[in-house]
């Protein structure tokens, strides 16, 4: 089949071998088949590695992407295009692009001009939110997708609103391998006169192979010579998080059920010639996974083809491939079960050869061969499909089409203010003020930050002392936090302010719904939840809107606890009620006074508008927060937030100094907010107009941010910058910061050309 025209160009993204992992192995293997097929095409590939050093790619890898390195993709994207590629086949899973959920993926597929196909080899019912946005837009910015099961073309269709003439269902690509009998390969490992029963794959928790375990003992008491073959090596990312305890625990586990002779862990990456061996010697395949949300595996799928028996749990593409008897399907986490179809195969080798010899039928459709012709039909309907004029590949490099280049992240100033009790209130210059000790609000703001970074290494040396302060600062008792502490770490109130207690309470919902460390999420919903309750009773309009973005974060996570979700509820009508009770065609706003973090508001009442739903708190978030963002806008076109001398009052004049970074920092938060609601690219421009103002676009000129030390001023007053760069400020310009950089690949300049 002729692709394209000579000199075509088939370009594949992905994982690459030889890094150890499943995407990896598969953009190689449909990358080596297309080639095969179209031998007129010229396929080159473009890896993304999960470490700096990279790999030592074959030569068919053109170009490279850092996972968390976001300039890498948009350079990948120009390599793309100024290289005529005519087709680009991405390989998505959440898991190995950078950003939330691999959100840096979007700035490759914003910039490059050629028919995309998408194979997802995951697609979630219930994504998160993060997920979920990525997901829409990777759809958007795809001509077809590829899913391997017809259970993911029906989620497409029902979570995303994805038409069927979209996607096309083309299963994963197996070797061809001959149909043979198990005996001959098992001399060269010792299991001659064994039944050999085996698992492969990188070993991680989510495989159930302690199920499997679970149910030898009965097995091996009715079929002696069996034995159970693990084979794969500890997935690399959980040898770094946890080392080995996962397999150590599958080992004690055999040993403690006396099965230690019939279990054998063959704990290596095994070479594509090597696994063929290994599956020659296979009786009976077992795919344990304990849920059934997987909708795709390439192990099932490569041992099915080769004809073997398998007996699997009931995951979304075993239900397909083994149905009509093809294989065996058992229950989720049921020992029992996989006993009872383990041995109905070797107690009937009748039905196990039957069973063998239907499944390599139908595998002779999913050898490599006959997927790239599949894939080959996909990419000339996307070409075809293709709407769009083509481009030229310096078009998108005007400065109205491309991003916005941002500081690169130095956090010298955040890890000097802090020491083993927490962040220092404030700074004498860039100097920390022992002075004034700390308080609640900065170091909630701190933890925020922490988990916000899209490498949280860089300071989980410093987040483990953040909330540890939050924990020492709550009174189990009352449920209220206490604020200021001196640099004795003795307590200087009983109980801080509502507007402190709801901070602390904002940063514990982002612990428990973001952070990546177990013993955090745990601690941040039990200080959470205690804390929580008195938030009902307070009467600060902000403190309401602050425990409005905690409740929204801890929903990430924990969707269904009733007691949150009535307290949302209640935070949500009372802002309600207050726009209602104050807001006129002149004044629509909360109160009678704008005066600090006044975003925050409007902020909560946009998110509380979309997640609950609530179309008249949406309604009035928005409204408010585009008369926020035309009175603190000067005639220039900069950012002018309402100063704290004196903030604005209803029919007075209204303050415009001292200005303060903090509401900076709220206007660029509220405004991505507002962008994710709406895709309107104005709240776009509104966040990148705030988020300037601290890079020296606003009524001095002077920046407030200190490239050099990491630190920003604590205000702008009419003739200088406050030189002081204490917490609060920094952490505000490094808060936004880390939300431009997440929402960097979902917007749209203004001037983008339009597919």
């Given at each position: ?143 077809r997708l590829v899913v391997m099961a017809r259970k993911g073309a029906d989620i497409l269709r029902e979570i995303y609103a994805v038409p069927d003439a979209m996607v096309d269902v083309i299963p994963h690509g197996i070797p061809d391998l001959p149909f ?576």
């Amino acid at each position: 089949m002729s692709l394209v025209a000579e000199p075509g160009r088939i370009a594949f993204v992905g994982g690459y071998h030889p890094r150890r992992c499943g995407i990896a192995t598969f953009t190689h293997d449909i990358c080596e088949a297309v080639a095969a097929a179209v031998p007129t095409a010229e396929c080159i590939a473009g890896a993304v590695n999960d470490k700096v050093e990279g790999y030592k790619y074959p030569s068919r890898v053109r170009f490279e992407m850092l996972e968390k390195d976001l300039d890498s993709y948009r350079r990948a994207a120009d390599f793309l295009n100024f290289n005529k590629t005519e087709v680009l086949c991405v390989q998505h899973e959440f898991g190995i692009y950078g950003g939330p959920a691999g959100s840096h993926l979007l700035a490759l597929l914003k910039e490059v001009r050629m028919p995309v196909v998408t194979t997802l080899h995951t697609i979630l019912q219930e994504p998160n939110p993060a997920q979920r946005k990525v997901m829409e837009e990777l759809i958007f910015r795809s001509d077809r997708l590829v899913v391997m099961a017809r259970k993911g073309a029906d989620i497409l269709r029902e979570i995303y609103a994805v038409p069927d003439a979209m996607v096309d269902v083309i299963p994963h690509g197996i070797p061809d391998l001959p149909f043979a009998d198990s005996d001959a390969f098992k001399v060269q490992f010792g299991l001659e006169g064994r039944m050999v029963l085996l698992t492969f794959g990188l070993l991680g928790p989510g495989k159930g192979i302690e199920y499997v375990i679970e149910a030898l003992p009965e097995i091996v008491r009715r079929h002696p010579k069996a034995v159970y073959v693990v084979l794969g090596a500890t997935h690399p990312h959980l040898v770094a998080r946890e080392g080995e305890s996962y397999r150590l625990r599958l080992e004690r586990l055999a040993e403690d059920r006396g099965v230690k002779d019939h279990v054998i862990f063959y704990n290596r990456f095994v070479s594509p010639d090597e696994l063929r061996e290994f599956i020659g010697a296979t009786d009976i395949y077992l795919t344990p996974y304990p849920n059934e949300a997987q909708i795709t595996s390439g192990t099932l799928a490569y041992v099915f083809g080769a004809g073997k028996a398998v007996v699997s749990t009931a995951y979304w593409h075993a239900r397909e491939l083994l149905g009509e008897g093809r294989g065996t399907l058992v229950p989720f986490r049921d020992p029992p079960a996989i006993t009872e179809g383990v041995c109905a195969f070797l107690d009937d080798p009748r039905l196990m050869e039957r069973t063998r010899r239907d499944a390599y039928q139908l595998g002779r459709e999913m050898i490599w061969p006959a997927v790239a012709a599949r894939y080959l039909e996909s990419f000339q309907q996307a070409r075809s499909d293709r709407k769009a004029a083509s481009r030229h590949a310096l078009d998108s490099r005007t400065l109205g089409r491309r991003p916005d280049s941002l500081p690169p992240l130095r956090l010298d100033h955040v890890v000097r203010m802090s020491d083993g009790t927490g962040i220092f209130q404030h700074a004498i210059f860039n100097v920390p003020n022992f002075h004034e000790g700390y308080c609640t609000d900065d170091n909630a703001r701190a933890y925020i930050l922490c988990n916000l970074l899209e490498e949280p290494s860089l300071l989980d040396h410093l987040a483990t002392g953040y909330l540890a302060f939050l924990a020492a600062a709550l009174n189990y008792d009352t449920g209220r936090f206490c604020n200021f502490m001196s640099h004795g770490r003795q307590w200087l109130e009983v109980a801080g302010s509502e507007d402190s207690q709801a901070r602390a309470l904002w940063a514990l919902g982002v612990g428990a719904g973001r952070s990546q460390n177990a013993g955090h999420r745990q601690l941040c919903v039990q200080l959470f939840e205690r804390g929580l309750p008195s938030v009902e009773e307070f009467t600060s309009p902000r403190a309401w809107a602050f425990s409005l973005l905690g409740i929204h974060e801890y929903l990430r996570e924990f969707t269904n606890k009733s007691k949150v979700l009535a307290i949302r509820e209640v935070l949500t009508n009372k802002l309600v009620e207050l726009w209602k009770n104050c807001a006129t065609e002149d004044w629509p706003w909360f109160e009678n006074s704008a005066t600090y973090d006044n975003a925050r508001l409007s902020q909560a009442l946009i998110m509380s508008g979309r997640w609950m739903p609530h179309p008249e708190a949406l309604e009035i978030g928005l409204k408010s927060l585009r008369w926020l963002a035309s009175i603190q806008k000067t005639q220039a076109g900069h950012f002018r937030p309402i100063g704290s001398n004196g903030f604005y009052t209803k029919d007075g004049a209204r303050a415009d100094f001292d200005q303060q970074p903090v509401e900076a920092q709220a206007m660029v938060s509220a405004c991505l907010e507002a962008y994710l609601n709406t895709r309107d690219p104005f709240w776009t421009g509104e966040a990148k107009r705030a988020f300037e103002w601290f890079l020296g676009r606003n009524d001095l000129g002077l920046p407030l941010y200190d490239s050099s030390t990491g630190g920003c001023g604590d205000g702008l007053h009419h003739d200088r910058i406050n030189a002081n760069q204490g917490a609060e400020s920094t952490l505000a310009f490094h808060l936004s910061l880390a939300e431009m950089l997440q929402a960097e690949h979902l917007i749209t300049p203004l001037h983008h050309f339009s597919r």
